[in-house]
């Protein structure tokens, strides 16, 4: 059974403290990892797209990395404004285009 | 360039009723997925239209139904509600290819009495 697991469920952090968030995954045949960013009351909001191993994408502070069985969101000097619920996504391919999502990771960082 | 797009952003009903909500894709866009979001089993696949047919379908009862038109906007229709229906309802649209990115609207609330 495809599906995907996100460590750690919470995350506490001081503004500049960087830190990795880490997905997991079990896909019968990976067609793409996705990594969204969804603040309360709102839509996920699309980061990143991972094809194959060994691809990393960096926007801002983050920076995804992909291997055969798992994904890293890294964030580096992450300030308040990065607090929010991160989910990862796989495409399976066998599974159409439906995305199959882990539990997320929410991140807190005060100042 | 707009967003997706959905109507309405909150709605309550009671058990046994029925409810339609309403999805605009990105222009452009001609794939239309739904996902159902709750706190305990997080973000779970409804469906998913392309060119006004249903193309893909996840684990969920046959009381969820939904449609596509020519314009690509979505509807998709939940009937003899439940308690645990009661979720975040969001669609997702995308330019229909595979290995495509999914861009999520806002979301529905919905809440059954």
């Known amino acids: 059974e495809d599906q995907v697991t996100q460590s750690p469920e919470a995350l506490r952090l001081q503004e500049g403290e960087s830190s990795s968030l880490n997905c997991s995954y079990t896909?019968?045949?990976?067609?793409?990892l996705f990594w969204y960013r969804q603040d309360p009351g709102k839509g996920p909001e699309f980061l990143f797209t991972?094809?194959?191993a060994g691809e990393e994408k960096e926007k801002e502070r983050l920076k995804a990395t992909l291997t055969k069985k798992e994904s890293f969101l890294h964030i580096t000097a992450p300030k308040p404004e990065d607090s929010a619920t991160y989910l990862c996504?796989?495409?399976?391919?066998?599974?159409?285009?439906?995305?199959?999502f882990g539990k997320g990771t929410t991140l807190s960082v005060s100042s | 360039k707009a967003g997706v797009t959905q109507t309405p952003r909150y709605l309550i009903k009671t058990r046994g009723q029925q409810v339609t909500l309403s999805c605009s894709p990105i222009?452009?866009?001609?794939?239309v997925s739904w996902y159902q979001q709750t706190p305990g089993q997080g973000l779970q696949f409804l469906f998913e239209y392309f060119s006004e047919t249903q193309r893909n379908k996840g684990n969920f009862p046959g009381r969820f139904s939904g449609r596509q038109f020519s314009n690509s906007r979505s509807e998709m229709n939940v009937s003899t509600l439940e308690l645990g229906d009661s979720a975040l309802y969001l669609c997702a649209s995308s330019v229909g290819l595979l290995r495509n990115e999914q861009f999520f609207g806002p979301g529905t609330r919905l809440t059954v009495l």
């Open positions: 896909v019968s045949g990976l067609r793409g």
């Open positions: 222009s452009g866009h001609r794939s």
């Open positions: 991972l094809y194959s």
């Open positions: 996504a796989v495409q399976a391919n066998q599974a159409g285009t439906a995305l199959i």
